[in-house]
């Protein structure tokens, strides 16, 4: 298994959660090629996750606007090709590249463009999202471990904060009035899917509140730019002192170092939350359409809150009824998880 091409091409996914998501086959590929050229092709927005992390040997980023053309040049002379991606582009491309070893799931109507393809057992299965990208290096031949019946192997998702995100993220905090030693919680009431996502924002004032009231917390709240109204709603809710916006101030290396930084951190089911799995950070995950089995955060000792109602999980952006997912999720429930978690973070 360890005698495989020397220039090994990653097609990387193109969201955070899903890339924090496959690392573990990302590892695997290293491992089983220790010697090899490894090299990740990944968009800008999630390039820097790899950064630091030991994982590839080159990192390819390019934006949405990069033609497809100049980016062909980049990866001609690959050996193989990994497409953890499913869009049917992927495939094109690294067939036009030449690279000779293409391995890839049968998506999109794309089985014809690959060399190794596969059809995925893991959803069938209700296993997590992390054994999907694994069993594609089973399937198509790349290992020989079962990783979905392989009682002995535990995938690792982990991320370390690099120095140079941790310097931004004091930059950040200083900038923004937070004094050295505050006891950080970080809040996440975004989710770019969709509201369905979204636990209810005067939920996520009055949580705030209580946190800062009873904790003596400093309360981060954190998401894009443009979920920057969601956190003015929240903040425009609160009676206690304000909570630190951090909406669209925070590049991908320092939103991992500020998240490493948090006692405790209070999301959606979205990219950040995975990141928070990945930094080993102790966290609640609020779940309402989607499945925590599926995409839950990886890491056990997170707590999820999910209510599994009749309708739930229904996968929609939208609610065409009540969101009772999440109107049946309570401040003092959430509250009182995250006191739990808080006297064990002192304990310890």
Not at 5 to 33: C, F, K, Y
Not at 122 to 130: C, F, G, K, T, W
Not at 154 to 175: F, K, M, Y
Not at 337 to 344: D, E
């Amino acid at each position: 298994m360890n005698s495989g091409p020397q220039r090994i091409l990653i097609r990387s996914t193109n969201w955070i959660g899903d890339v924090v998501m496959s690392l573990p086959a990302m590892r695997e590929v290293r491992r089983l090629h220790p010697e090899a050229h490894l090299a990740v092709v990944a968009r800008d927005w999630v390039a820097d996750l790899y950064r630091g992390q030991g994982l590839a040997d080159e990192i390819i980023s390019f934006p949405a606007s990069r033609s497809s053309l100049r980016l062909l040049r980049r990866i001609r002379g690959f050996d193989r090709a990994v497409l953890f991606q499913n869009a049917f582009e992927a495939a094109l491309l690294v067939s036009l590249a030449g690279i000779r070893d293409r391995v890839g799931y049968a998506t999109q109507h794309r089985g014809v463009l690959l060399t190794r393809k596969a059809r995925p057992r893991a959803p069938a299965r209700r296993l997590h999202q992390v054994f999907y990208y694994l069993d594609l290096l089973y399937l198509t031949g790349l290992s020989s471990t079962d990783y979905l019946s392989c009682s002995d192997f535990t995938p690792d998702i982990r991320l370390r904060p690099t120095s140079g995100g941790l310097e931004q993220a004091r930059g950040i905090l200083q900038q923004t009035g937070v004094g050295p030693g505050a006891r950080l919680i970080g809040l996440n009431p975004g989710a770019t899917f969709g509201p369905a996502k979204r636990w209810l924002t005067d939920r996520y004032g009055e949580l705030a509140d209580r946190l800062i009231r009873e904790s003596g917390a400093t309360v981060l709240i954190f998401g894009s730019a443009a979920e920057r109204p969601i956190a003015e709603k929240i903040r425009a809710a609160m009676r206690e002192e304000r909570p630190v916006i951090l909406n669209g101030l925070t590049k991908l290396e320092a939103l991992a170092a500020l998240i490493s930084e948090c006692s405790l951190f209070i999301t959606n089911d979205s990219g950040p939350m995975h990141l928070a799995a990945a930094l080993q950070v102790p966290q609640i995950a609020l779940f309402g359409s989607t499945d925590e089995i599926a995409t839950g955060p990886f890491d056990t000792n997170a707590a999820v809150i999910h209510k599994h109602v009749e309708c739930s999980p229904c996968l929609r952006r939208t609610c065409p009824i009540d969101l009772r997912c999440f109107t049946r999720i309570t401040v003092d429930e959430v509250f009182e998880k995250a006191q739990g978690i808080l006297r064990s973070e002192l304990e310890s």
